[in-house]
Protein backbone atom coordinates (compact mmCIF):
# COMPACT_ATOMS: atom_id res chain seq x y z
CA UNK A 1 0.00 0.00 0.00
CA UNK A 2 0.93 3.53 -1.16
CA UNK A 3 2.99 5.74 2.15
CA UNK A 4 0.55 8.80 2.83
CA UNK A 5 2.90 11.78 3.57
CA UNK A 6 2.33 14.97 4.75
CA UNK A 7 4.91 17.54 4.16
CA UNK A 8 5.47 20.75 6.01
CA UNK A 9 8.02 23.38 4.66
CA UNK A 10 7.66 27.14 4.03
CA UNK A 11 10.58 28.63 2.26
CA UNK A 12 12.49 28.37 -1.08
CA UNK A 13 14.74 25.78 1.13
CA UNK A 14 11.41 23.24 1.31
CA UNK A 15 10.87 23.42 -2.42
CA UNK A 16 12.94 20.54 -3.74
CA UNK A 17 12.03 18.50 -1.17
CA UNK A 18 7.93 18.77 -1.97
CA UNK A 19 9.02 18.07 -5.76
CA UNK A 20 11.13 15.00 -4.73
CA UNK A 21 8.37 13.62 -2.56
CA UNK A 22 5.66 14.53 -5.29
CA UNK A 23 7.72 12.77 -7.84
CA UNK A 24 8.01 9.73 -5.49
CA UNK A 25 6.27 6.56 -5.04
CA UNK A 26 4.53 7.96 -1.99
CA UNK A 27 1.81 9.63 -1.64
CA UNK A 28 1.63 13.49 -0.68
CA UNK A 29 -1.70 13.77 0.72
CA UNK A 30 -1.31 17.29 1.88
CA UNK A 31 0.89 20.31 2.32
CA UNK A 32 1.37 22.47 5.88
CA UNK A 33 2.93 25.94 5.50
CA UNK A 34 3.03 29.30 7.12
CA UNK A 35 -0.02 31.77 6.75
CA UNK A 36 0.34 34.00 3.70
CA UNK A 37 2.52 36.98 5.35
CA UNK A 38 2.45 40.93 4.06
CA UNK A 39 5.72 41.81 1.59
CA UNK A 40 7.43 44.79 -0.20
CA UNK A 41 6.13 48.34 0.26
CA UNK A 42 2.66 47.52 -0.61
CA UNK A 43 2.19 44.86 2.29
CA UNK A 44 0.72 42.30 -0.44
CA UNK A 45 -0.10 39.08 1.68
CA UNK A 46 2.09 36.59 0.00
CA UNK A 47 2.19 33.55 -0.52
CA UNK A 48 4.84 31.19 0.80
CA UNK A 49 7.23 29.32 -2.21
CA UNK A 50 5.81 25.91 -0.61
CA UNK A 51 2.29 27.13 -1.12
CA UNK A 52 3.26 28.24 -4.16
CA UNK A 53 4.70 24.75 -5.71
CA UNK A 54 2.05 22.97 -3.74
CA UNK A 55 -0.90 24.57 -5.89
CA UNK A 56 0.90 24.12 -8.79
CA UNK A 57 1.02 20.47 -7.96
CA UNK A 58 -3.08 20.67 -6.56
CA UNK A 59 -2.17 19.81 -3.56
CA UNK A 60 -4.61 20.54 -0.39
CA UNK A 61 -2.60 23.39 1.78
CA UNK A 62 -2.93 23.90 5.58
CA UNK A 63 -1.65 27.14 7.22
CA UNK A 64 -2.49 27.13 10.31
CA UNK A 65 -1.55 30.21 12.62
CA UNK A 66 -0.23 28.34 15.25
CA UNK A 67 0.05 24.62 14.91
CA UNK A 68 -0.02 24.06 18.61
CA UNK A 69 -3.21 24.77 18.86
CA UNK A 70 -4.57 24.12 15.30
CA UNK A 71 -3.87 20.72 14.30
CA UNK A 72 -6.99 18.76 13.82
CA UNK A 73 -7.42 19.04 10.17
CA UNK A 74 -3.75 17.85 10.15
CA UNK A 75 -4.23 14.74 11.49
CA UNK A 76 -7.92 13.88 10.02
CA UNK A 77 -5.33 13.19 7.04
CA UNK A 78 -4.26 10.37 8.86
CA UNK A 79 -0.51 10.12 7.46
CA UNK A 80 1.95 7.20 7.47
CA UNK A 81 4.95 9.80 8.06
CA UNK A 82 5.59 13.90 8.04
CA UNK A 83 8.21 15.39 6.72
CA UNK A 84 9.11 18.97 8.12
CA UNK A 85 11.57 21.01 6.08
CA UNK A 86 12.05 24.67 7.15
CA UNK A 87 8.41 24.60 8.36
CA UNK A 88 8.69 27.49 10.91
CA UNK A 89 7.31 25.77 14.16
CA UNK A 90 7.68 23.71 16.58
CA UNK A 91 4.99 20.64 16.68
CA UNK A 92 2.90 19.61 19.53
CA UNK A 93 3.18 16.09 20.98
CA UNK A 94 0.03 15.65 19.36
CA UNK A 95 0.97 15.72 16.04
CA UNK A 96 4.40 13.88 16.57
CA UNK A 97 3.09 11.10 18.06
CA UNK A 98 0.07 10.21 15.19
CA UNK A 99 1.99 9.26 12.37
CA UNK A 100 2.86 5.42 12.18
CA UNK A 101 6.32 6.40 11.04
CA UNK A 102 6.70 8.71 12.87
CA UNK A 103 7.68 12.97 11.80
CA UNK A 104 11.00 13.36 10.36
CA UNK A 105 13.16 16.60 9.96
CA UNK A 106 15.06 17.59 6.72
CA UNK A 107 17.89 20.01 8.75
CA UNK A 108 20.76 21.81 7.03
CA UNK A 109 23.29 21.06 9.26
CA UNK A 110 25.49 17.78 10.48
CA UNK A 111 23.46 18.04 13.88
CA UNK A 112 24.26 18.09 17.02
CA UNK A 113 26.16 21.20 15.18
CA UNK A 114 23.91 24.35 14.34
CA UNK A 115 20.42 23.34 15.93
CA UNK A 116 18.12 26.39 15.09
CA UNK A 117 16.88 28.46 12.33
CA UNK A 118 20.41 30.28 10.63
CA UNK A 119 22.31 27.21 10.39
CA UNK A 120 23.33 27.80 6.84
CA UNK A 121 24.42 31.24 7.71
CA UNK A 122 26.28 30.03 11.37
CA UNK A 123 28.42 27.17 9.24
CA UNK A 124 29.81 29.98 6.75
CA UNK A 125 30.00 32.82 9.31
CA UNK A 126 31.92 30.45 11.45
CA UNK A 127 34.40 29.48 8.82
CA UNK A 128 33.60 26.03 8.49
CA UNK A 129 35.38 23.87 6.03
CA UNK A 130 32.11 21.62 5.61
CA UNK A 131 28.60 21.37 6.48
CA UNK A 132 25.76 18.74 5.37
CA UNK A 133 22.03 17.63 5.84
CA UNK A 134 20.81 15.71 8.88
CA UNK A 135 17.18 13.86 8.54
CA UNK A 136 16.31 13.37 12.06
CA UNK A 137 13.04 11.99 14.08
CA UNK A 138 11.62 15.02 15.59
CA UNK A 139 11.48 15.80 19.27
CA UNK A 140 9.46 18.83 21.13
CA UNK A 141 13.01 20.28 21.96
CA UNK A 142 15.09 21.93 18.93
CA UNK A 143 16.77 19.83 16.55
CA UNK A 144 17.14 17.36 19.40
CA UNK A 145 15.61 14.27 17.66
CA UNK A 146 16.79 10.93 17.03
CA UNK A 147 19.74 11.61 14.07
CA UNK A 148 18.66 8.79 11.13
CA UNK A 149 21.09 9.52 7.86
CA UNK A 150 23.45 12.20 7.26
CA UNK A 151 25.38 13.16 4.30
CA UNK A 152 28.36 15.75 4.24
CA UNK A 153 29.23 18.73 1.85
CA UNK A 154 32.29 20.94 1.72
CA UNK A 155 31.54 24.69 1.95
CA UNK A 156 34.31 26.40 -0.88
CA UNK A 157 35.87 29.47 -0.57
CA UNK A 158 33.76 31.66 -2.75
CA UNK A 159 30.29 30.12 -1.24
CA UNK A 160 27.40 32.67 0.77
CA UNK A 161 24.31 31.86 1.96
CA UNK A 162 22.71 31.60 -1.51
CA UNK A 163 24.72 28.95 -3.06
CA UNK A 164 25.27 26.93 -0.06
CA UNK A 165 21.15 27.07 0.30
CA UNK A 166 20.64 25.79 -3.24
CA UNK A 167 23.39 22.81 -2.88
CA UNK A 168 21.91 21.85 0.55
CA UNK A 169 18.52 21.81 -0.42
CA UNK A 170 19.23 19.54 -3.41
CA UNK A 171 21.18 17.13 -1.18
CA UNK A 172 18.56 17.67 1.58
CA UNK A 173 15.83 16.21 -1.06
CA UNK A 174 17.90 13.52 -2.51
CA UNK A 175 19.16 12.18 1.17
CA UNK A 176 15.56 11.97 2.05
CA UNK A 177 14.66 9.78 -0.71
CA UNK A 178 17.51 7.65 0.05
CA UNK A 179 16.46 7.46 3.47
CA UNK A 180 13.13 6.71 3.48
CA UNK A 181 12.96 2.87 1.70
CA UNK A 182 14.92 1.77 5.11
CA UNK A 183 12.85 4.21 7.47
CA UNK A 184 9.41 2.22 6.41
CA UNK A 185 11.45 -0.58 5.95
CA UNK A 186 12.30 -0.36 9.74
CA UNK A 187 15.84 -0.79 9.06
CA UNK A 188 17.40 1.55 10.42
CA UNK A 189 18.36 2.04 13.96
CA UNK A 190 19.15 5.89 14.64
CA UNK A 191 21.54 7.44 16.92
CA UNK A 192 20.96 9.56 20.22
CA UNK A 193 22.30 13.07 19.64
CA UNK A 194 24.82 13.95 22.49
CA UNK A 195 23.58 17.33 23.90
CA UNK A 196 27.13 17.58 24.99
CA UNK A 197 28.53 18.64 21.74
CA UNK A 198 25.45 20.89 20.39
CA UNK A 199 25.55 23.91 19.16
CA UNK A 200 23.29 26.81 18.10
CA UNK A 201 22.26 28.52 14.82
CA UNK A 202 19.41 31.49 16.19
CA UNK A 203 17.92 33.48 13.81
CA UNK A 204 20.39 35.84 12.56
CA UNK A 205 19.68 39.61 14.62
CA UNK A 206 19.98 43.06 13.88
CA UNK A 207 22.86 43.77 15.82
CA UNK A 208 24.69 40.57 14.27
CA UNK A 209 24.57 42.14 10.74
CA UNK A 210 27.03 45.18 11.97
CA UNK A 211 30.71 44.35 10.46
CA UNK A 212 33.37 44.73 13.50
CA UNK A 213 36.35 46.18 11.86
CA UNK A 214 38.07 44.59 14.70
CA UNK A 215 38.11 41.41 13.31
CA UNK A 216 40.82 39.30 11.33
CA UNK A 217 40.35 40.08 7.58
CA UNK A 218 39.22 35.85 7.51
CA UNK A 219 36.61 36.37 9.85
CA UNK A 220 34.69 39.88 8.27
CA UNK A 221 34.77 38.27 4.48
CA UNK A 222 32.98 35.19 6.33
CA UNK A 223 30.68 37.36 8.12
CA UNK A 224 30.23 39.76 4.80
CA UNK A 225 29.31 35.98 3.26
CA UNK A 226 27.65 34.58 5.77
CA UNK A 227 24.73 37.32 5.18
CA UNK A 228 24.78 37.38 1.56
CA UNK A 229 22.49 37.08 -0.08
CA UNK A 230 20.40 38.18 3.21
CA UNK A 231 19.81 39.55 5.61
CA UNK A 232 22.83 41.62 4.49
CA UNK A 233 26.00 42.73 6.20
CA UNK A 234 25.92 46.86 6.85
CA UNK A 235 28.85 49.20 8.32
CA UNK A 236 28.31 52.67 9.52
CA UNK A 237 29.85 56.17 8.07
CA UNK A 238 28.70 59.43 8.50
CA UNK A 239 25.93 57.99 10.95
CA UNK A 240 24.77 56.45 8.04
CA UNK A 241 24.29 52.80 7.63
CA UNK A 242 25.61 51.07 4.52
CA UNK A 243 24.83 47.70 3.25
CA UNK A 244 27.59 45.85 2.19
CA UNK A 245 26.73 42.98 -0.06
CA UNK A 246 29.90 41.63 -1.20
CA UNK A 247 33.51 41.98 -0.11
CA UNK A 248 36.55 40.19 -0.73
CA UNK A 249 40.10 39.80 1.08
CA UNK A 250 43.24 41.77 -0.22
CA UNK A 251 46.99 41.36 -0.37
CA UNK A 252 47.57 44.79 1.53
CA UNK A 253 49.26 44.82 4.41
CA UNK A 254 48.34 48.21 6.56
CA UNK A 255 49.05 49.23 9.91
CA UNK A 256 45.89 51.78 10.00
CA UNK A 257 43.44 51.11 12.73
CA UNK A 258 40.55 48.93 11.86
CA UNK A 259 37.41 50.31 9.97
CA UNK A 260 39.89 53.10 8.70
CA UNK A 261 39.59 53.34 4.69
CA UNK A 262 42.93 52.91 3.17
CA UNK A 263 42.11 53.75 -0.43
CA UNK A 264 39.85 53.90 -2.90
CA UNK A 265 40.48 52.00 -6.55
CA UNK A 266 38.83 51.12 -9.37
CA UNK A 267 37.53 48.28 -8.73
CA UNK A 268 36.72 48.97 -4.77
CA UNK A 269 37.04 50.49 -1.44
CA UNK A 270 40.34 49.04 0.81
CA UNK A 271 39.21 49.19 4.86
CA UNK A 272 41.49 48.12 7.36
CA UNK A 273 40.64 45.42 9.45
CA UNK A 274 42.02 43.97 12.66
CA UNK A 275 44.92 41.91 11.50
CA UNK A 276 46.79 44.46 9.99
CA UNK A 277 45.30 43.07 6.28
CA UNK A 278 42.68 44.70 4.09
CA UNK A 279 39.06 43.95 2.48
CA UNK A 280 38.04 45.60 -0.49
CA UNK A 281 34.54 46.55 -0.61
CA UNK A 282 33.38 45.24 -4.14
CA UNK A 283 29.33 46.24 -3.73
CA UNK A 284 27.23 48.18 -1.53
CA UNK A 285 24.42 50.18 -0.52
CA UNK A 286 24.11 53.30 0.60
CA UNK A 287 20.46 54.95 2.19
CA UNK A 288 18.09 55.52 -0.47
CA UNK A 289 19.58 53.62 -3.24
CA UNK A 290 20.05 50.53 -5.44
CA UNK A 291 22.65 47.65 -4.08
CA UNK A 292 25.37 48.58 -7.02
CA UNK A 293 28.96 47.24 -7.58
CA UNK A 294 31.31 49.76 -5.81
CA UNK A 295 33.36 50.88 -9.28
CA UNK A 296 30.38 52.04 -10.79
CA UNK A 297 29.49 54.03 -7.17
CA UNK A 298 32.90 55.04 -6.89
CA UNK A 299 32.18 56.51 -10.70
CA UNK A 300 29.66 58.83 -10.00
CA UNK A 301 30.09 59.89 -6.15
CA UNK A 302 34.36 59.84 -6.19
CA UNK A 303 34.16 62.04 -3.34
CA UNK A 304 31.43 60.00 -0.91
CA UNK A 305 33.91 57.66 0.41
CA UNK A 306 37.44 59.40 1.71
CA UNK A 307 40.57 57.95 2.61
CA UNK A 308 41.48 58.23 6.65
CA UNK A 309 37.51 58.65 7.70
CA UNK A 310 36.43 55.34 9.94
CA UNK A 311 34.07 53.19 9.10
CA UNK A 312 31.24 51.37 11.83
Given amino acids: MTKKIIFMGTPDFSVPVLEALVKSEYE?????????????????????????????????????????????????????LIVTAAYGQILPKAILDRPKFGCVNVHASLLPELRG???????????????????????????????????????????????????????????LMDTLPELFARTITPITQNDDEATFAYNIKREQEKIDWNQSQYDIYNHVRGLHPWPVAYTVYEGKNIKIWWAIKDQQSTNQNPGTIIDLETDGILV?????????????QVPGKKRVKAEDFLRGSSDYFQPGKQLG
Fill in 272 to 284: ATGDGKAIKITEL
Fill in 117 to 175: GAPIHYAIIQGKKETGITIMYMAEALDAGDIISQRSIDIDEEDHVGSLHDKLSILGSEL
Fill in 28 to 80: VVAVVTQPDRPKGRKRKLTPSPVKERALEYQLPVLQPEKIRHDYEDILAYEPD
